[in-house]
């Protein structure tokens, strides 16, 4: 449903080269009235980690860290197809500063190697190659991600920047507040400009025995090399369909007026369209309150990753009599007639999703999405609580300034005052005036 979207706690117009970046300018969130379509991803083919592994321990309510071990963790790309990487990962033990017999290495996560497939777009900063697309990467003190796939919800801030220097090259680190968390192990990481995971932990719990141990691991980029690109197969010219804004109506079932009223306008749009059907989806809630831009919002920027099949798109991609909308199937049921805020749209296409509580249906026009309506089933009732209208395809701009109609600053009349005193000698007056006329005028008859 297009509408749950409202509450998930969501630039490069071209993928980013990989180079030594001295200076880069980090954009506090992506582009609002432009986009392209994005044929390849750059990835490094090898990385290599130092991963220290210590015991968080308290003593005399004072925590400690205990050194533990440190490993080495080898990444090396064998191959790669349309936006996802075969990935050959190795670990190889350093040092250990106690007897880990019985620390089984293939219980703990990053420390199991083996051969993984990751989809650059879907697994961001994962253990089998942290790695995020460095579209995502902004200048936003707050702002969520949320990629569709893995349901992967993060929460991020940005807090600066920082110099480092790897295989004698200088890069930009940008550290972030990781906002999913109140561990201060893991509240900070550190990103490179080109999307790998420079510095980060991972906190996590052993159990030997009878005990269970609290750990954290930390990761710190050591070796970087072999810059290369995955491309991107072409999915067709309806991927052009999402260089337009997209702006709907939406309305949900009020019990005070026992009927669907007018919740507040959703603005969608596409600044990053990969060539291979993965879209960033960004929607805007817009917020009439007085003195306020219409584009605030107290959730920040919130944008969602996925495959056009993952998503509530807002196009189709494929007309045919079974479609994949938010990863659910759909069935063509119809094809109607539909008014929608005054206008008649003809040769509509209905698609229907029906369970045995709850409903979906979808109406498409020459491709555009212009309405969808959800809600439960009560026995043969099809009671509609969530409903979204298509408007039209010209964004209203965030930051414009909503009337503050509490604060009317216009003291200018349309007319010339009257002194109050005056107004009331004028009264009497002119009544004593019309009075006499009238004596006057009766004593004459």
Known sequence: MMLKYTLVVLALLVAIPFTQILSFALPSSPPLTTNTIINEI??????KYLISIYNETTENATTKMKFIANYTADYNVI????????VNYSISKIFSKY???TFNMSNITFLRPG????????DALCFHYPYIYPGLLYNSSTYYLYFVATKFNFPLGYVNETKVTINNLTFIAYKYHNLSTFSTINQYFYVLCNGIGYNFNYTFSYKIGNKTYNLYANFLLKCLSGNSSTQLKYLGNQLE???KPYVYLECTYSSLYAGLTPNTYREIFYPYIFANGYFIYRYNLLNFMAGQPVGLSYFGLSLVIGNYTDLPITFLVCNSSNIIWENEEFTKVNVTSLNILGKTYNNVVEYENISTKSFIILYFYNGTLIEEEAGNIDGNSYNVTEKVEFVGNSM???????????DYTNTNLPYKAIDPSLALEVSIIITMIVVALIVLLYKRK
Do not use: K, W
């Open 396 to 406: 209203i701009p965030l930051n414009i300034t909503y009337p503050n109609y509490f």
């Open 241 to 243: 369909e999402a260089f």
């Open 99 to 101: 007897n880990l017999s």
């Open 79 to 86: 191959s790669q197809y349309n936006g996802i990487i075969e």
């Open 42 to 47: 750059p990835y490094y083919s090898h990385l």
């Open 115 to 122: 051969i993984f497939n990751v989809t650059l777009l879907n």
